[in-house]
């Protein structure tokens, strides 16, 4: 009998579940080393030096440490670049996002292996963001695979989400369902389909994100709370921010999940002297509202359901999921958007904390049991970019239908050789023309190497872009040798899918 395994890669924290085969119940997997800790393993990696030999740390005894230059943390979003190093004192060499991965992953599957029963058959499914391309899920993979991890599949955090909810999957009805996924760095929202005739019917019919998170609400308090309110104290701290950080968190967490209206702290500093904080539940409010974010989430829901073809009464429920979730403020724009009856008003925090891994788990036991057909209306959840210089460029926009041919555009034969004759694919949830390379907003795809022989023209060449019934995108080049244009190459890659 098999032991399905879920693993959620969040980009703050990693949590798994697993399926029982005895039992048929849902357990949650401590994969904190500590025992203090609790579900969530913080995505850190620390690589000490014990006596003259390196020591590989993860989750909280990773993130305490104070020695910034030999860890890593937050993981998982560094996958998303092109290609993420950091150089390891201890180590003496540079190391990629995919081997901190295979570090991570070998500490927390020895962890899970050491409390499995005899001969345990595990079936392991990963859940990432809904962002992340191909090249991600294969690296992914090879860094599970390279950790002895038995993996089966990778899936999205979201798509995961809809097998936790027993009353999605078990229903006989047409179901349009909203999964507002708000963890530590990103929102990430997606409207699927649900129905059932011989088989179990998933569609996914239109995504978005935007790219803020926990994370940035507690740089908001630090920013419009904290550096006005406490100024001096606030400055002590800066130097090695983690315990402020840690503290601001943890007071949110206070007011949020305890439904406090004030919270309050203090921090020691190196002489031993204490200082007293306090946050009330009003100040997070205005701090969020500073950012701006609140027009920024309806706006997101317009177009999502634009997209969908659909409006808000069409939705037949909403589900929260991410830590951040669980705040009210956003709660409250939720209700107002879609109404109180299709809403989830008791949310208990283990579901939202472990629902993608549960979600993942389940999802592998349900496709072993039942036939599952998973169908995506739209090409890509994301728009499809190139890059030029610092800049992305939109040539497809999100959630654009299949079958959708780009115009003809142009690439200057100068740029092509500054780039080795290389064009960077890139996607992205926003709905801009333009992005930064700082903005982080947009995920690797994939390299396209061009054949410089072939082509003659001194000063540009056409492109033109088009994803194909299998879901591929289709790139092709072009001369126009002034009596008509011609066909010189075609190269094709893989974009994300939700499963």
């Given at each position: 009998?098999k032991?399905y395994v879920?693993?959620?890669l969040?980009?703050c924290?990693?949590?798994?579940?697993?399926?029982?085969?005895?039992t048929?119940?849902?357990q949650?997997i401590?994969?904190?080393?500590?025992?203090?800790?609790?579900?969530?393993?913080?995505?850190?990696?620390?690589?000490?030096?014990?006596?003259?030999?390196?020591?590989v740390?993860?989750g909280?005894?990773?993130?305490?440490?104070?020695?910034?230059?030999n860890?890593i943390?937050?993981?998982t979003?560094?996958?998303?670049g092109?290609?993420?190093?950091?150089?390891?004192?201890?180590?003496?060499?540079?190391?990629?996002a995919?081997d901190?991965?295979?570090?991570?992953?070998?500490?927390?599957?020895?962890?899970?292996?050491?409390?499995?029963?005899?001969?345990?058959?595990?079936?392991?499914?990963?859940?990432?963001?809904?962002?992340?391309?191909?090249?991600?899920?294969?690296?992914?993979r090879?860094?599970?695979?390279?950790?002895?991890?038995?993996?089966?599949?990778?899936?999205?955090?979201?798509?995961?989400?809809?097998?936790?909810?027993?009353?999605?999957?078990?229903?006989d009805?047409?179901?349009?369902?909203?999964i507002?996924?708000?963890?530590?760095t990103?929102?990430?929202?997606?409207?699927?389909?649900?129905?059932?005739?011989k088989?179990?019917?998933?569609?996914e019919?239109?995504?978005?994100?935007?790219?803020?998170?926990?994370?940035?609400?507690?740089?908001?308090i630090?920013?419009?709370?904290?550096?006005?309110?406490?100024?001096?104290?606030?400055?002590?701290?800066?130097?090695?921010?983690?315990e402020?950080?840690?503290?601001?968190?943890?007071?949110?967490?206070?007011?949020?999940?305890?439904?406090?209206?004030?919270?309050?702290?203090?921090?020691?500093?190196?002489?031993?002297?204490?200082?007293?904080?306090?946050?009330?539940?009003?100040?997070?409010?205005?701090?969020?509202?500073?950012d701006?974010?609140?027009?920024?989430?309806?706006?997101?829901l317009?177009?999502?359901?634009d997209?969908a073809?659909?409006?808000?009464?069409?939705?037949?429920?909403?589900k929260?999921?991410?830590?951040?979730?669980?705040?009210?403020y956003?709660?409250?724009?939720?209700?107002?958007?879609?109404?109180?009856?299709?809403?989830?008003?008791?949310?208990?925090?283990?579901?939202?904390?472990?629902?993608?891994a549960?979600?993942?788990?389940?999802?592998?036991?349900?496709?072993?049991?039942?036939?599952?057909?998973?169908?995506?209306?739209?090409?890509?959840?994301?728009?499809?970019?190139i890059?030029?210089g610092?800049?992305?460029?939109?040539c497809?926009?999100?959630?654009?239908?299949?079958?959708?041919?780009?115009?003809?555009?142009?690439?200057?034969?100068?740029?092509l050789?500054?780039?080795h004759?290389?064009?960077?694919?890139?996607?992205s949830?926003?709905?801009?023309?333009?992005?930064?390379?700082e903005?982080?907003?947009?995920?690797?795809?994939g390299?396209?190497?061009l054949?410089?022989?072939?082509?003659?023209?001194?000063?540009?060449?056409?492109?033109?872009?088009k994803?194909?019934?299998?879901?591929?995108?289709?790139?092709?080049f072009?001369?126009?040798?002034?009596?008509?244009?011609?066909?010189?190459?075609?190269?094709?890659?893989?974009?994300?899918?939700?499963?």
């Amino acid at each position: 009998m098999k032991t399905y395994v879920g693993i959620d890669l969040g980009a703050c924290d990693i949590k798994a579940a697993k399926i029982s085969p005895q039992t048929k119940r849902i357990q949650p997997i401590k994969l904190n080393m500590n025992i203090a800790g609790g579900v969530a393993l913080p995505s850190a990696i620390l690589y000490d030096n014990i006596n003259g030999e390196v020591e590989v740390k993860i989750g909280d005894n990773a993130q305490a440490s104070v020695d910034i230059d030999n860890k890593i943390s937050h993981l998982t979003p560094k996958l998303a670049g092109k290609s993420w190093s950091k150089f390891i004192p201890n180590l003496n060499r540079r190391i990629s996002a995919a081997d901190a991965l295979t570090d991570m992953f070998a500490k927390i599957w020895r962890h899970i292996a050491n409390q499995a029963a005899r001969n345990e058959n595990f079936d392991v499914t990963i859940t990432v963001p809904s962002a992340f391309s191909d090249v991600q899920k294969k690296i992914i993979r090879q860094a599970a695979i390279n950790a002895d991890v038995p993996i089966s599949t990778i899936i999205t955090a979201s798509f995961a989400e809809i097998f936790s909810c027993d009353e999605l999957i078990e229903t006989d009805s047409a179901q349009i369902v909203l999964i507002f996924d708000f963890g530590g760095t990103m929102l990430d929202v997606n409207l699927f389909k649900i129905e059932r005739d011989k088989n179990l019917n998933v569609t996914e019919l239109s995504a978005a994100n935007i790219n803020y998170g926990g994370l940035n609400i507690d740089y908001a308090i630090l920013r419009n709370v904290f550096m006005t309110k406490y100024t001096d104290k606030v400055r002590i701290f800066l130097t090695n921010p983690y315990e402020l950080m840690t503290l601001i968190e943890s007071m949110k967490k206070e007011i949020f999940l305890d439904e406090e209206e004030v919270s309050t702290g203090s921090l020691i500093d190196d002489r031993g002297k204490l200082y007293e904080f306090e946050l009330t539940r009003q100040e997070i409010f205005s701090a969020i509202d500073k950012d701006g974010i609140k027009p920024k989430i309806i706006s997101m829901l317009d177009d999502l359901l634009d997209d969908a073809g659909i409006s808000a009464k069409d939705v037949t429920a909403v589900k929260v999921f991410g830590g951040t979730s669980a705040t009210d403020y956003f709660l409250e724009i939720l209700k107002n958007y879609f109404g109180d009856e299709n809403f989830d008003d008791e949310i208990e925090r283990e579901e939202i904390t472990l629902s993608a891994a549960i979600g993942a788990a389940k999802y592998r036991e349900l496709t072993d049991e039942e036939n599952l057909r998973v169908k995506v209306k739209n090409l890509s959840s994301g728009g499809i970019y190139i890059q030029r210089g610092e800049k992305f460029f939109r040539c497809i926009k999100r959630n654009e239908l299949r079958g959708f041919m780009t115009p003809y555009k142009p690439l200057y034969i100068d740029e092509l050789i500054k780039n080795h004759w290389r064009l960077s694919i890139y996607q992205s949830f926003s709905n801009e023309v333009e992005l930064s390379a700082e903005s982080g907003d947009a995920v690797y795809i994939g390299d396209v190497k061009l054949n410089s022989h072939l082509y003659t023209s001194t000063q540009a060449i056409l492109f033109k872009m088009k994803i194909n019934a299998a879901g591929q995108l289709c790139i092709k080049f072009f001369e126009d040798d002034k009596t008509k244009i011609n066909l010189i190459e075609e190269k094709i890659l893989y974009i994300n899918k939700v499963c």
